[in-house]
């Protein structure tokens, strides 16, 4: 079967999940094309994976603005009607969005390059990650004649905007939720007879990422926080608990894996609560890097404002690492306090101070039974064959039963599968 991905960026350091999951299909006999608006000229790239997957990626902005006027031209002359369909509907989309008129007629535009490399290519389907732009690029690709299509919602920034997600997911084969409480908020968004369409099938990892990387907690005091540097990942409230522990005379060790927007204001922060001899910033890392930074800590540290179901917990979890986190969105599906990990409330400096006191002054036994029962959790719900065996089967129903409705309570048609694969 051939179907196609489409992405708004990558690849992206931040986005691998993508490509286990593409790569995932791959395996199991899908041929697909993947298709971004950007991400060409990306220099950050750690991560030899992501470079190849470049080189595989066909990029819709590539030619730049005056590219997209060709394949216009062409669809309105080969399609005429279907052409104003889609012109109406990104004017419909327009007015309901906080993005002006001109971004959905771009949007259209590029809807009109994507689909002659479709034709050629024979996807019998289109999947999109994020439910932006994307998701709306997808849905004019239909509408202009082309494959159905899905996509996966990963939140929270999705939910919180107008971009109008009921009229993607009422026109969309299915849609993807990475957590229950992503598809509550799908819920939400949409309309009850389009409840059935959306589906949860979890972020996943293969097993390549954590076989034969069993290594014993180390004994150094080594927390490890993983994630670009920004607003949503709280690494500034982290330095603030950092500091508390300081003051205490905790020993302690923080490394923080990655790099972004917010660096130079914790850099400051580093330096203003004289901290430089307990925290460092590794910049953008591949991999490889972030699975040994994880496997070189005692726990990951991860104090986020918002989230979808981050992979990362997901990572250390396989690598046998407990998590302290806090209890937002579809993260307490995951991490139970004082199972697998530790869980504070999201914006509580002296909580996450806490939960990293108590962490760092647990016991070697305390720690390995947090990590392996955290290790069992994860490789139940979140293994790569498992949660891309439902998205193939979702792909492979969706000529076939997804496309037959059925029949609501209130006599309005809805597919009749089930909600979660």
């Known amino acids: 079967m051939k179907i196609a991905y489409l992405v708004t960026e990558y690849p992206r350091v931040s986005h691998s999940f993508i490509r286990r ?33 470049r080189e595989r990626t066909r990029y819709v902005l590539r030619e730049g603005p005056l590219g997209l006027v060709a394949p216009v031209l062409a669809t309105l002359l080969r399609s005429p009607l279907r052409f104003a369909g889609a012109l109406r509907l990104a004017m419909r989309m327009a007015r309901d969005s906080d993005r002006s008129l001109p971004y959905h007629l771009v949007w259209l535009a590029e809807a009109c390059r994507i689909l002659p490399w479709l034709a050629e290519f024979g996807a019998t389907h289109l999947h999109a990650h994020f439910g932006w732009n994307s998701a709306e690029v997808a849905m004019l690709v239909r509408v202009l004649g082309g494959p159905s299509y899905s996509f996966t919602v990963h939140g929270p920034r999705e939910f919180e905007r107008p971009i109008g997600l009921d009229e993607k997911v009422g026109r969309a084969a299915f849609v993807v939720a990475v957590s229950s409480f992503g598809r509550s908020q799908m819920f939400l968004k949409t309309r009850e007879c389009d409840w059935p369409k959306v589906k949860v099938i979890h972020c996943a990892l293969e097993r390549s990422f954590h076989e034969g990387a069993r290594r014993a907690i180390p004994a150094e005091p080594r927390l490890v ?32 894996a990655g790099d972004g927007p917010a660096r130079a204001q914790i850099e400051q922060a580093i330096t203003r609560l004289r901290l430089q001899g307990q925290v460092r910033i590794t910049g953008w890392i591949g991999g490889s890097e972030v699975r040994e930074h994880i496997l070189n800590a005692r726990a990951l540290v991860l104090p986020s404002f918002a989230e979808g179901l981050p992979v990362v917990i997901m990572e250390a979890m396989a690598l046998r690492r407990p998590v302290l ?16 990990g530790w869980l504070f409330p999201a914006g509580s400096v002296e909580a996450l101070a806490r939960a990293m006191e108590e962490c760092l002054a647990s016991s070697p036994a305390t720690l390995e039974r947090l990590a392996e029962q955290g290790y069992r959790d994860v490789l139940a719900g979140h293994s790569i064959e498992t949660e891309v065996a439902k998205l193939a089967r979702l792909f492979h129903l969706e000529g076939s039963e997804l496309a037959q409705p059925g029949e609501s309570l209130d006599g309005r048609k809805v597919d009749r599968s089930t909600s979660q694969v």
């Open 21 to 53: 999951e593409i790569l995932a299909l791959e395996q199991q006999g899908f041929e697909v094309l993947r298709v971004a608006l950007r991400g060409w000229d990306d220099d950050n790239l750690p991560d030899e994976q992501d470079r190849r997957e």
């Open 225 to 256: 926080c993983v994630g670009r540097l920004c607003a949503d990942k709280a690494q500034t409230l982290l330095l603030e608990a950092a500091a508390r522990l300081a003051a205490r005379g905790v020993a302690f060790e923080l490394v923080l």
């Open 325 to 340: 986190t806090t209890y937002i969105a579809g993260i307490p599906e995951l991490v139970r306090h004082g199972e697998n």
